[in-house]
């Protein structure tokens, strides 16, 4: 198993802001994921963080909007750029070996006044 | 396309009552299935799983068999607790030629209240 953690793990930000999120990974792994759960609802994927390369973006989510770095297999990094209120979330990291083994941070709390 | 369809919450318990949340799913392929588990304020957790047809995937009392001819993984427990208050999520990921391995489609969630 792997053990992911988060930071921050909550923020209140001001519209037109940004906040950088970061994923740590006790262990290499080859998958990492960003999700996005908005309150009371499911989770949506945003991207996929790819070692050494550019993410791949769901529909409707832009790299100028949330850009993602990953420089290693232990690391990510998700940037939610020019906030606004509609961007108050819950952002989760996930990671692993295998595609059946996915595990998640406790998540990111973001509140954009 | 793909997805994965819950039964809708909140659904509200007594303590050693017998759960059944259902969930269907639609996708190309042969997925696997997954229940995870969102504690109050915290992240998901992998509850339990299940790769192939007739897969049953248990864990701390919970069970679900991957009912292909269904389409189904309906999450089963047979006397529930106050500790298992919490949001269950079903998913499926995709393993087939041109799948994101690893990336997860998630149902709406379901709200599980168990009262003592």
């Known amino acids: 198993s792997a053990v992911i953690s988060q930071k921050p793990s909550r923020d209140i930000c001001q519209r037109g802001t940004s906040l950088t999120i970061q994923c740590q990974v006790d262990?290499?792994?080859?998958?990492m994921f960003w999700y996005r759960q908005q309150p009371g609802q499911s989770l949506t994927l945003i991207a996929t963080?790819?070692?050494?390369?550019?993410?791949?973006?769901e529909s409707g989510f832009v790299i100028d909007k949330f850009p993602i770095s990953r420089p290693n297999l232990t690391f990510s990094t998700l940037t939610v750029s020019n906030m606004s209120p509609e961007d108050s979330s819950i952002y989760l990291c996930?990671?692993?070996?295998?595609?059946?083994?996915?595990?998640f941070g406790p998540g990111t709390r973001l509140t954009v006044t | 396309g793909d997805s994965v369809t819950q039964m809708e919450g909140p659904v509200t318990l007594s303590e050693e009552a017998f759960l059944t949340i259902n969930c269907t799913y639609t996708?190309?392929?042969?997925?696997?299935l997954f229940w995870y588990v969102q504690y109050p304020g915290e992240g998901l957790q992998l509850l339990l799983k299940?790769?192939?047809?007739?897969d049953k995937g248990s864990n701390k009392g919970f069970e679900a068999t991957y009912r292909k001819e269904t389409t189904s993984f309906h999450l089963e427990k047979g006397s529930v607790q106050v500790s298992d208050s919490a949001v269950y999520f079903c998913?499926?990921?995709?393993?087939?030629?041109?799948?994101?391995?690893?990336?997860?489609?998630f149902g709406r969630g379901t709200q599980l209240t168990v009262w003592p």
């Open positions: 299940a790769t192939k047809a007739d």
């Open positions: 998913a499926l990921t995709l393993t087939g030629r041109g799948s994101t391995l690893g990336r997860l489609y």
């Open positions: 996930s990671g692993g070996d295998r595609f059946y083994e996915q595990y």
């Open positions: 996708a190309t392929g042969y997925p696997s």
């Open positions: 262990s290499q792994v080859t998958m």
């Open positions: 963080a790819n070692q050494g390369s550019e993410a791949t973006y």
